[in-house]
């Protein structure tokens, strides 16, 4: 420890459900295709940062997609709500709406047969938001520090200076997160490949134990039966050989804390700490397609568990943000973020260079986060990126159970 004081503060958004965020958005959902068109209508005539659009690609009712979806809704950074939809889908808005209203959030919602149509429901639907808008303004506001931040990270683009300095750099941030009372997940379980001892021993009692030599075994599992691992001829352009060397990378984002447990997708950390996401497929999931991990997809995955900022820990660089909360992108390659100043937010390469300590840069990097989480945007939120995925799969938890009774 650099002896820096951990502790900082700004003011966050108080929500009804007795959650904090760090923004203060409006989630604009389709709730099949047909309706996205008119949702992303609706959002650019609003033309605001803090309204953004989700919502589905395909009329399928899939438990794991409308368990995230859900959990976009309840998310802290987002105070208002509104589904659109066509009229004849699975996913009803009116239900959508009514766990936003639940929460304490303001809610509306809108089926373009019953408006008349494409026009008609983009009018009703800026009308809505623009009420949703004034109301927000009335938000409460408190004191927020680092001990109540969940943050979440995911590597992407990775190359030899990932596991050398920016993955490095991470970790050394979530330590320092954790001491301060914080929260930290990080994910990509089939980018652990080759670790299964070195993360058993980083268990903090028997059933976390357990649940990480589960999910390992179910993604080795997986990667076998796609036939497929979480290496690509990107990572080898980059100096990385072998999965097991872009796993050590990967997994020394975490940092050294225990790992108090794994989450499924959609699952709030129920406690403060390091804890492991597990987003691959459960066994006998619907195939409608391989869904192989993609950084877009890692996001919301993060997201969806509540996570008020997300790290992209890319070496080769990348332009993509996310929906719902600011995305930092973080690379240990200096000639990458030279080249690309305009989009990455942080560069974790003097490390190697040694111009500065890795203390003194895990302490630069948690100014940038309480900055973020006090107001400022990101490089990707003041460019306008928005990326999101939610893909179709199964994953079988007791979250699914409670899901339609949500």
């Known amino acids: 420890m650099s002896g820096q004081k951990l502790e900082c503060s700004w003011q966050g958004y108080v929500r009804k459900n007795g959650t904090m965020g760090i923004r203060n958005k409006v989630l604009v959902i389709y709730t099949v295709e047909c309706a996205s068109f008119v949702a992303k209508e609706i959002v650019h005539k609003i033309n605001d940062p803090e309204t953004e659009v989700v919502g589905f690609s395909g009329c399928t009712d899939n438990e794991y997609a409308v368990r995230l979806l859900i959990s976009l809704i309840r998310h802290p950074n987002v105070g208002a709500v509104l589904p659109v939809g066509l009229g004849c889908e699975y996913v009803q808005p009116e239900w959508l709406a009514d766990i936003a209203k639940k929460e304490g959030k303001e809610a509306a919602w809108m089926f373009i047969q019953n408006e ?3 026009r008609r429901t983009i009018e009703k639907g800026v009308q809505l938001v623009r009420g949703m808008q004034e109301a927000l303004k009335k938000t409460k506001r408190a004191p927020m520090g680092l001990k109540d931040l969940i943050i ?3 590597c992407g683009g990775s190359d030899y200076t990932s596991g050398l300095a920016g993955n490095v750099v991470v970790g050394r941030f979530y330590d320092r997160l954790i001491e301060a009372g914080g929260t930290a997940v990080f994910e990509e379980i089939v980018e652990a490949i080759g670790l299964k001892e070195l993360l058993l021993e980083r268990a903090a009692d028997k059933k976390a134990a357990e649940e990480i030599s589960d999910t390992y075994d179910k993604a080795l599992d997986y990667c076998k039966s796609v036939r497929q691992y979480s290496v690509s001829p ?7 050989s ?3 060397e872009k796993s050590m990378g990967a997994v020394v984002k975490s940092g050294s804390k225990p790992i108090q447990g794994v989450l499924k997708v959609g699952k709030v950390p129920p406690d403060k700490g390091l804890w492991l996401l597990d987003s691959t497929p459960d066994p006998y999931w619907m195939q ?3 869904t192989n991990p993609n950084d877009n997809e890692g996001l919301m995955d993060l997201i969806a ?4 900022v997300v790290f992209l820990v890319t070496g080769r660089g990348s332009v993509v943000g996310s929906a719902v909360s600011p995305c930092i992108k973080v690379t240990g390659n200096s000639a990458t973020y030279s080249t690309m100043q ?3 937010d942080f560069d974790a390469g003097p490390v190697l260079a040694g111009r500065c300590s890795l203390e003194e840069m895990a302490q630069k990097l948690l100014e940038m986060v309480v900055d973020v989480a006090a107001g400022k945007q990101s490089k990707s939120e003041a460019l306008g990126h928005k990326e999101y995925f939610i893909p179709y799969k199964y994953q079988n ?4 159970k409670k899901c339609k009774e949500a």
């Open 397 to 400: 938890t007791e979250v699914v």
């Open 305 to 308: 568990c509540g996570c008020h």
């Open 234 to 240: 990107g990572n080898f352009a980059g100096g990385l």
């Open 288 to 290: 409608f397609g391989i």
């Open 342 to 344: 305009e989009d990455m």
């Open 152 to 154: 979440g990270a995911e």
């Open 242 to 244: 072998t999965i097991e």
């Open 116 to 118: 008349g149509g494409t």
